[in-house]
């Protein structure tokens, strides 16, 4: 089984400064992570994953992440961010195909609130 | 082919009232997911098809939730004698057999039951 633990619940950021999103995983096998962006009263739209090779994956909207095995971790950074970038973020894991594996177990979310 | 649509968008009904959510997948999507979205948490598993077979159902999916996907295209899910605790947002997801990507999310469909 896997678990996501997002380590933030709300993180509030002023435009055009740079933001981190912390992920970390929990899991007994090799894992596809994800991250994906829900805006108030929509379904949730993929921004990026990390399935094998290069362990700095960029997305869209300018959102990148770096996975780090060693500490289980999946962060997502954006260099420079926008209002239109105020959402809840969810950090996702899903253990590689076969059986009954292919449903995502999320985090909790976090909240990007990006003030003017 | 728009995406995975959900119908209805929002649903109130009274406690102890049965209700059915329909989910539209992609149309070349064999994969379905259901998932339940309550305030402040992440999407949580609910069941998921492969064509017209259930293949997994989450303990969360008690005796008064059923899903069908009786054509192996869209789904829908009941649930009945409803009760507060299932008020929440129900997303539907597609994908394709042997996917290496994230789902195709659905808007969801927010039940609040009063």
């Known amino acids: 089984a896997q678990s996501v633990t997002q380590l933030d619940s709300q993180v509030p950021v002023f435009e055009e400064a740079p933001v981190e999103l912390r992920c970390n995983y929990s899991?007994?096998?090799?894992?596809?992570l994800f991250w994906y962006v829900q805006y108030p009263n929509q379904g949730l739209q993929l921004l990026l994953k990390y399935l094998s090779g290069s362990t700095l994956v960029k997305g869209i909207n300018g959102f990148e992440a770096e996975f780090n095995k060693s500490q289980t971790s999946f962060h997502l950074r954006k260099p420079s961010v926008h209002i239109s970038d105020t959402a809840e973020y969810f950090c996702?894991?899903?253990?590689?195909?076969?059986?009954?594996?292919?449903?995502?177990?999320f985090g909790k979310g976090t909240l990007l609130t990006v003030n003017p | 082919d728009t995406g995975v649509s959900q119908d209805p968008r929002h649903k109130i009904t009274k406690r102890g009232q049965n209700v059915t959510f329909r989910c539209d997948p992609i149309s070349e999507h064999n994969r379905l997911y259901w998932y339940r979205q309550t305030l402040g948490q992440g999407p949580e598993f609910l069941t998921y098809?492969?064509?017209?077979?259930?293949?997994?159902k989450s303990r969360l999916l008690s005796d008064r939730f059923s899903a069908e996907r009786p054509k192996g295209s869209f789904s829908t899910l009941e649930i009945q004698r409803t009760e507060q605790g299932d008020s929440a947002m129900y997303l539907c997801?597609?994908?394709?057999?042997?996917?290496?990507?994230?789902?195709?999310f659905g808007s969801g469909t927010r039940l609040t039951v009063v």
């Open positions: 899991s007994s096998v090799s894992v596809y």
């Open positions: 997801a597609s994908s394709l057999d042997g996917d290496l990507y994230g789902y195709t």
């Open positions: 098809f492969q064509n017209e077979a259930q293949l997994e």
């Open positions: 996702a894991v899903r253990a590689p195909s076969g059986g009954s594996n292919y449903k995502l177990t």
